[in-house]
């Protein structure tokens, strides 16, 4: 691919008309364009985005071979599809995936370098902020979404496989009750009240 065409590629969402959905991807980049620390959020908004715009085939790579109808329409979306990909990173990050040939392989690429599924030091710095997080100032509700955030990071990055649907059950129930506990335990003083009854 040439320097001309990727250059070409990587400016078309600024004249993309509004029907392709550019500004949405603007709002994206805005919020949560791709640091390195942030696969997790960036790529559900990735996922989302293109799946409302029936486009995630180009992430999973199901499209029509060269030789059968439709592949140029499809290799021209495809070639949007990268150009949306590496405006939702930050250009050092895009520089490295800037020569692949598909939207998936950028992709996977950036899945393999960031995604760090079942990584153990991340497990532990995600289980160290969970521990560590109290009320404080914050109230009941901001509270608990920041460790519903930090559950979910946990379950992204911690994968289990379970070989019977029972001990999956059982193991649901164990982390829910679990992070009832630890929610409670870092309740202000004001909730005592509520704690004992909760724990009855």
Same mark, same amino acid.
């Not at 990735?46 to 715009?53: A, E, M, Q, S």
């Given at each position: 691919?040439?320097?001309?065409?990727?250059?070409?590629?990587?400016?078309?969402?600024?004249?993309?008309?509004?029907?392709?959905?550019?500004?949405?991807?603007?709002?994206?980049?805005?919020?949560y364009r791709l640091t390195g620390k942030n696969y997790l959020k960036w790529s559900q908004l990735?996922?989302?985005?293109?799946?409302?715009?029936g486009k995630l085939s180009h992430l999973i790579g199901i499209g029509p071979q060269k030789d059968?109808?439709?592949?140029?329409?499809?290799?021209?979306?495809?070639?949007?599809?990268?150009?949306?990909?590496?405006n939702s990173m930050e250009p050092e990050i895009s520089d490295t995936c800037m020569f692949l040939?598909?939207?998936?392989?950028?992709?996977? %690429?950036?899945?393999?370098?960031?995604? &760090?599924?079942?990584?153990?030091?991340? /497990? +532990?710095?995600?289980?160290?902020?969970?521990? $560590?997080?109290?009320?404080?100032?914050?109230?009941?509700?901001?509270?608990?979404?920041?460790?519903?955030?930090?559950?979910?990071?946990?379950?992204?990055?911690?994968?289990?496989?379970?070989?019977?649907? %029972?001990?999956?059950?059982?193991?649901? &129930?164990?982390?829910?009750?679990?992070? /009832? +506990?630890?929610?409670?335990?870092?309740?202000? $003083?004001?909730?005592?009240?509520?704690?004992?009854?909760?724990?009855?």
């Open positions: 691919m040439s320097g001309k065409k990727i250059e070409k590629l990587k400016n078309q969402v600024e004249y993309a008309p509004a029907n392709q959905g550019s500004n949405e991807l603007q709002n994206i980049q805005t919020a990735v996922r989302t985005f293109l799946k409302g715009k059968e109808t439709g592949f140029k329409a499809w290799d021209e979306e495809d070639s949007m599809v990268m150009s949306w990909l590496w040939p598909t939207a998936k392989d950028i992709w996977e %690429s950036i899945q393999q370098t960031y995604s &760090k599924v079942n990584d153990a030091a991340q /497990v +532990y710095h995600v289980k160290i902020k969970t521990s $560590a997080a109290k009320q404080g100032n914050k109230s009941v509700i901001e509270y608990a979404n920041l460790l519903k955030n930090l559950w979910q990071e946990m379950d992204h990055y911690k994968c289990i496989e379970m070989k019977c649907s %029972s001990d999956a059950t059982a193991l649901k &129930k164990f982390i829910e009750k679990d992070r /009832v +506990y630890g929610f409670l335990a870092g309740l202000n $003083a004001e909730f005592d009240q509520v704690r004992v009854q909760i724990l009855g």
